[in-house]
């Protein structure tokens, strides 16, 4: 036998051509469980647990609020703001924005509007009473304070 | 070559196919959102303008005072209230429950208010915590009253085309000649502004 060892010159190649079934199992279940974001949210959400939670009766009928602190404080600041639609809303806009959004429905539908408020756990209440004072001189007194599962311990 | 003449089939390079299933792959993930419809339904009560008759008075004994402050600190019927906020169910259905036999406490279901004050500068979530759990002593109250959980009580409270669930959410509510024996009495007050 020689001095040097013979180098044993075999490759294993691990197959991946698993590898874009895995990918589409991936996508088809991103596909089938989220929904196409519609408006970019400006304002920080840290939305807060419940348990009593209900589901929303028909999804066309309702209008989303967003209230937090803005994610860009150095344009916005960092007090909490009120979002809809895009834009940071005062809540003496908040009667405008509701005519709007009522306009969009049907006469016979108009009444069942209801507001879907994504509120940060961290924003005051103020604000959001001072919302809430204006939905009901707009008469969308149909509130959904959205929040998460809370996970029994 | 005439030995491998006809044996090999020319067959399309699919090495790329694991690409595109990432370029689509992130695609989605980047534009799309797990959507969230479900959290605590409210109503809320008419125009302050519209209101006519301000001063109802309302004896002390059918009132069960929650106060929170800015600080996140809570009053529950005039006292400093440090324990669990969960306990705060026990103590709503009894009250509600009460019928008249403690003087201090409720008269009748139907008259029975529980009252939410906070302040401009609570917290949101100390708020939704303390809603959470006046809103499940109540449907707790009227599941038991139907026989139901109360998961199953804000199912069917959630679907009132199916003509069953709506008798059994008129039932839970104590629905006769037009007035509820059973109303859900929350009353949640303009905040105070005595916090920052």
């Known amino acids: ?153 | 070559m005439a030995r491998n003449k006809g044996r090999d089939k020319p067959e399309i390079n699919s090495s790329s196919m694991a690409d595109i299933a990432f370029l689509l792959l992130i695609f989605f993930l980047v534009t799309t959102t797990i959507a969230n419809d479900r959290g605590l339904s409210l109503q809320l009560p008419p125009n302050p303008e519209d209101i006519e008759n301000i001063d109802i008075k309302i004896p002390e004994r059918n009132l069960f005072k929650i106060q929170i402050n800015s600080a996140d600190r809570m009053l529950v019927e005039g006292e400093p209230f440090e324990r669990d906020v969960k306990e705060l169910r026990e103590m709503i259905k009894e009250f509600v429950l009460n019928n008249g036999r403690d003087p201090e406490s409720s008269d009748t279901p139907k008259e029975a208010i529980v009252s939410l004050k906070t302040d401009r500068g609570t917290s949101q979530e100390k708020y939704i915590e303390v809603l959470d759990e006046i809103q499940g002593a109540y449907y707790d109250m009227y599941a038991a009253r139907i026989g139901v959980t109360n998961k199953q009580w804000r199912e069917l409270a959630s679907d009132l085309t199916d003509p069953e669930n709506k008798r059994l959410y008129d039932e839970g509510r104590g629905l006769k000649d037009g007035q509820l024996e059973f109303p859900m009495n929350v009353s949640i007050a303009e905040p105070t502004k005595i916090g920052g």
Do not use: H
């Not at chain 1, 044993?8 to 990918?23: F, G, M, R, V, Y």
């Not at chain 1, 860009?72 to 908040?94: C, H, L, M, Y």
């Open chain 1, 1 to 153: 036998m020689s001095k040097f060892k013979k180098k044993a010159n075999t490759k294993q190649d691990i197959p991946t051509s698993a590898l874009p079934d895995i990918i589409f199992m991936l996508l088809f279940f991103f596909m089938v469980t989220t929904v196409l974001r519609e408006v970019t949210i400006n304002v920080k959400q840290r939305i807060p647990d419940a348990t009593q939670l209900r589901k929303l009766q028909r999804k066309s009928l309702v209008s989303y609020l967003y209230i937090g602190e803005p994610k860009k404080t150095d344009q916005w600041g960092s007090e909490p703001r009120v979002q809809a639609n895009d834009v940071f809303i005062e809540p003496s806009d908040v009667i405008l924005w509701v005519t709007t959004e009522k306009d969009k429905l049907n006469e016979v539908e108009r009444d069942q509007i209801t507001i879907a408020m994504k509120v940060d756990r961290e924003a005051k209440r103020g604000l959001v009473a001072d919302v809430e004072l204006e939905l009901r001189k707009a008469n969308a007194r149909k509130l959904l304070y959205t929040t998460l599962q809370e996970m029994d311990e």
